[in-house]
Each structure stands twice: as C-alpha cells, then as structure tokens.
C-alpha cells in the first residue's frame, strides 16, 4: 500500500499540473490544505470527500487511482469514529458507501448500515423529517446535503431505493417547511417550538418567528447545499423514476430568480442573496459556485435553457476567478469564504467571519469549476 500511495502522488504531480486556476486549487487543496492524512469525521471535510468522489466519475481510468487513493485513506484513517447519530455525522459516510460499491469489500457495507441504523433513529417531527440537532428539534436547510450525499452514495452501491426515498422524504419535508415562494428558495431554519427553552446549540436565541417558526433570513450556502444535492440527484436517479421530474421541478423552482440577485461587477451572489441592495451584504464565494454548480447542471440536463443562465455560470466563473482567489506556493487558495454559520436574524448573518479556503469553500470552487469547464471544452 505504502508503494502504491507513493505511485499516486507521483502520479498526481505529473498529471495535475496547473492547467487552469481549478486545478490549482484542487493541488493546493489536495497536498497541502487537506490531504487525505488530515481528514477528520466532520461535515466540513464531508464536503471536500464529495469532491474526491466526483473527481474520481469525472477523470480517465489512469488518473482514478488518485482519488481512490484519497478517499481510501480517508476512510480507514476515520473509521473507528464513522457515525450517523446526526446529520453532519451522516455526511463522511459517502465515503464508505463509495468504497462498498468499488471494491465489493464486507468492512464498508458493515459501516454503512451502522451509520444508517443509527441514522433512522435521529429525532424526527411527527411527518418523519429528520432533525439538525439532537437537544431541540430543528430543520436546516443543511441537512438535504449531509444525508443526501450518503443516501445517493447508497442507491449507488446497492440499487435499493429505500435509500433514494428517503432522500425524497426529507427533501420534500424540509422544503414544506422551508420554502419561501416569493423567491423559490429556502429559509435557513423551522424550530417545531423549543418549549423547554433550552439553548440554541451555536445560533441566535430567539430566531424562529413566533407563529411560523421559520427563521427570517434566506442565507447563500444553506441554499447551496440544496442546489448541490438536487443537481447530483438528478444524475443519480434514473430518468423514468417520477422522482427524476420532481427533482428537476424543484431545481427549477430555485434558479428562477438567481440571476437578477448576481453581482454584475464581480459575478458573485450574496451572504444574504435576496438582499442584494443592503449596503452591509457582501459576496460571497462558497454559495456562488453553488449556486452556479446548480445552473450548469440545470443547463446540461435540459432543465432551463435561458441564455440569462449562460451568461450566469460565464459571470460566476471568470469572477470566482477574479475576485476570490489567492496564490500560494503549492497553488490557489479561495477567499470571501462566510466560516461555519448556524441561524440567526440579519445582523448576525452579515457579522460572520469571511476566511479564505476551509474544506467547503475549497470543494465547492472544484466542483463547479471543473463542471464548468468540462460543460465549455476547456478540459
């Protein structure tokens, strides 16, 4: 193993060298910002394994070693803490359904079905939607990308649509309490009534609106989980599935809207998207390539065909490009990164901590990136 590790590196220079600025991300991202010998059982590095697993799909078979090799590592390196007592535990365990569904091995499928049992069991609400947090019960947004990337993952490796229904379950669940119709996109949170008043794990005490319960403010990555999550669905979910229609109705629903909130001048959505006049917003970069990841998607597979799109993902590039870059010696680093956010009202949003990389940032200009260039014949 210790060879074939030293034959993927070796590999990996010779063939990633820098071709466009996403390949310098993802060399800066793989060797020095988060390799595969640093993963941790987490939601923010769950991102960026998501990212090796795509990679792995989208390179020719003499280069797959490379992503194999990272996820592998990945994996073992984490295994005796692989969960699904929560969501953001549920996340990592792409990784093993990934290596159950290459290699056939026993081990992986073991760990998968225990992250699931555990998974079944998080707290729901009375319909059967699953919460955030385990002390009050909570829907975010989030959550439609931490247990839909493993529930994909699954249906992949085993065929059973028990996984796949589930993802609809909780995708039509949360929307139900989470979409706001003006825009067709989605509040950050709903709390079912937090009676006991205990305290809000990591956001604001008092953001749920009295009588909705729904948090006020539509924030960029919580909605860019989502137009991940439905755009990998619908390459993942046969065609003649009826979900395949609904999936796509439901990507529709929030792409509707997202030009008009874009940024001319740098291409960048904002924090807070829908208030794009607020003097105190500013662009930010993860939900960006989100946000146009979910557009090329849309594009490649029919879905909308507006030249208004086209000319959305071109701004989102050539300004993530731009505008939210910046060199280092092994490579590029992303900037006008929001750090890890729970829910709160608008001030709170706009005083977060903007930082560059982070493992979310970092795999979200990757997939995007590279879809984008993919889609355009630059690769």
């Given at each position: 193993?210790?060879h074939?590790?030293?034959?993927?590196?070796?590999l990996?220079?010779l063939?990633?060298s820098?071709?466009?600025?996403?390949?310098s991300v993802?060399?800066?991202?793989?060797?020095?910002?988060?390799?595969?010998?640093?993963?941790?059982?987490?939601?923010?590095?769950?991102?960026?394994?998501?990212?090796?697993?795509?990679?792995?799909?989208?390179v020719d078979?003499?280069?797959?070693?490379i992503?194999?090799?990272?996820?592998?590592?990945?994996?073992?390196r984490t295994?005796?803490?692989?969960?699904?007592k929560?969501p953001n535990?549920?996340?990592?365990?792409?990784?093993?359904?990934f290596?159950?569904e290459k290699?056939?091995d026993?081990?992986?499928?073991?760990k998968?079905?225990?992250?699931?049992?555990q998974?079944?069991?998080?707290?729901?609400?009375?319909?059967?939607?699953?919460?955030?947090?385990?002390t009050?019960?909570?829907?975010?947004?989030?959550?439609?990308?931490?247990?839909?990337?493993?529930m994909?993952?699954?249906?992949r490796?085993?065929?059973?649509?028990?996984?796949?229904?589930?993802?609809?379950l909780?995708?039509?669940?949360?929307?139900?309490?989470?979409?706001?119709?003006?825009w067709?996109?989605w509040?950050?949170?709903?709390?079912a009534?937090?009676?006991?008043?205990?305290?809000?794990?990591?956001?604001?005490?008092?953001?749920?609106?009295?009588?909705t319960?729904?948090?006020?403010e539509?924030w960029?990555?919580?909605?860019?989980?989502?137009?991940?999550?439905?755009?990998?669905?619908l390459?993942?979910?046969?065609r003649d599935?009826?979900?395949?229609?609904?999936?796509?109705?439901?990507l529709?629903?929030?792409?509707?809207?997202?030009?008009?909130?874009?940024?001319?001048?740098t291409?960048?959505w904002?924090?807070?998207?829908?208030?794009?006049?607020?003097?105190?917003?500013?662009?930010?970069?993860?939900?960006t390539?989100?946000?146009?990841y979910g557009?090329?998607?849309?594009?490649k597979?029919?879905?909308?065909?507006?030249?208004?799109?086209v000319r959305?993902?071109?701004?989102?590039?050539?300004?993530?490009?731009?505008?939210?870059?910046?060199r280092?010696e092994?490579?590029?680093?992303?900037?006008?990164?929001c750090?890890?956010?729970?829910?709160?009202?608008?001030?709170?949003?706009?005083?977060?901590?903007?930082?560059?990389g982070r493992?979310?940032?970092l795999a979200?200009?990757?997939?995007?990136?590279?879809?984008?260039?993919?889609?355009?014949?630059l690769?």
């Open positions: 193993m210790k074939l590790v030293h034959f993927s590196f070796l990996f220079s063939n990633l820098a071709q466009t600025w996403v390949d993802e060399t800066f991202s793989m060797q020095s910002y988060l390799p595969a010998s640093k993963y941790v059982w987490s939601w923010q590095h769950a991102a960026f394994l998501n990212t090796m697993v795509k990679r792995y799909d989208q078979s003499l280069e797959k070693q992503y194999f090799d990272y996820i592998e590592t990945a994996m073992n295994k005796a803490r692989a969960n699904g929560t535990g549920v996340a990592s365990g792409l990784g093993m359904a290596l159950y290699t056939g026993e081990f992986y499928k073991t998968c079905d225990k992250i699931y049992e998974y079944i069991k998080v707290r729901r609400t009375p319909e059967g939607a699953v919460s955030h947090l385990p009050t019960l909570e829907l975010w947004d989030d959550t439609v990308f931490m247990i839909g990337q493993f994909m993952a699954m249906y490796a085993t065929g059973d649509e028990k996984y796949l229904n589930e993802f609809a909780q995708l039509r669940l949360h929307r139900d309490k989470l979409l706001d119709k003006k067709g996109m509040y950050h949170g709903w709390d009534n937090n009676k006991d008043g205990l305290p809000y794990f990591c956001g604001q005490m008092g953001w749920p609106n009295d009588s319960r729904v948090s006020g539509i960029g990555r919580g909605n860019g989980w989502i137009y991940v999550t439905l755009s990998d669905a390459e993942v979910i046969p599935n009826p979900m395949w229609n609904e999936m796509a109705g439901y529709k629903e929030m792409l509707e809207h997202l030009p008009e909130l874009q940024d001319e001048n291409g960048h904002y924090q807070l998207p829908v208030r794009k006049d607020d003097p105190e917003n500013w662009i930010e970069s993860s939900c390539a989100m946000f146009a557009m090329i998607t849309a594009l597979l029919g879905i909308v065909d507006d030249r208004q799109f959305s993902t071109e701004l989102a590039y050539n300004g993530l490009r731009q505008y939210s870059l910046e280092r092994a490579g590029l680093i992303c900037t006008n990164v750090t890890g956010t729970c829910i709160g009202d608008k001030d709170y949003y706009l005083k977060r901590g903007v930082q560059k493992s979310f940032g979200m200009f990757i997939q995007f990136g590279m879809r984008y260039e993919i889609e355009n014949g690769r």
